[in-house]
C-alpha cells in the first residue's frame, strides 16, 4: 500500500509559478512511476505528467509542455511538479498518482494509476 500526499498548492497571479509536491509513504518508491493529474470545477480529470521510475523518463500533455516539469527524488521518496507561466485554465484540484509499473506506458496518460493522493487545489487567477 502506498499513501500519497500532496503540497503546495494555493492562489497564484497568471504568469506567476507555484511547486507542488507529493511524498509518498513505503519502501519501494523507487520502483514506481509517479504521474500528477488534475480535475477542474464540472471537467472531467486530465492527464498533466508523468515520469518513470528511474526519472530518464517524462511525458507531458501538450497544454503544459514546456511550462511545467516534473522530476522525483528517489532519496526523499517524493515527486515534484513545478509550474510556471500559469494560466487561469491550470486552475484545478491537482493529484498525485503512482503504479507500480516501472515504466511509463500509454495506459498511465489515461489515468491507469495504483494510487492516489487527495489532490491540493491550484487556483490561478487573471
Known amino acids: 500500500q502506498v499513501q500519497l500526499v500532496e503540497s503546495g498548492g494555493g492562489l497564484v497571479q497568471a504568469g506567476g509559478s507555484l511547486r507542488l509536491s507529493c511524498a509518498a509513504s513505503?519502501?519501494?518508491?523507487?520502483?514506481?512511476?509517479m504521474g500528477w493529474f488534475r480535475q477542474a470545477p464540472a471537467k472531467e480529470r486530465e492527464f498533466v505528467s508523468a515520469?518513470?521510475?528511474?526519472?530518464?523518463?517524462?511525458y507531458y500533455a501538450d497544454s503544459v509542455k514546456g511550462r511545467f516539469t516534473i522530476s522525483r527524488d528517489n532519496a526523499k521518496n517524493s515527486v515534484y511538479l513545478q509550474m510556471n507561466s500559469l494560466k487561469p485554465e491550470d486552475t484545478a484540484v491537482y493529484y498525485c498518482?503512482?503504479?507500480?509499473?516501472?515504466?511509463?506506458?500509454?495506459?498511465?496518460?489515461?489515468?491507469?494509476?495504483?494510487?492516489w493522493g487527495q489532490g491540493t487545489q491550484v487556483t490561478v487567477s487573471s
Open positions: 513505503g519502501r519501494t518508491f523507487s520502483s514506481y512511476t
Open positions: 515520469i518513470s521510475s528511474s526519472g530518464v523518463n517524462t
Open positions: 498518482a503512482a503504479d507500480s509499473r516501472a515504466y511509463l506506458t500509454p495506459s498511465h496518460t489515461r489515468g491507469v494509476m495504483a494510487y
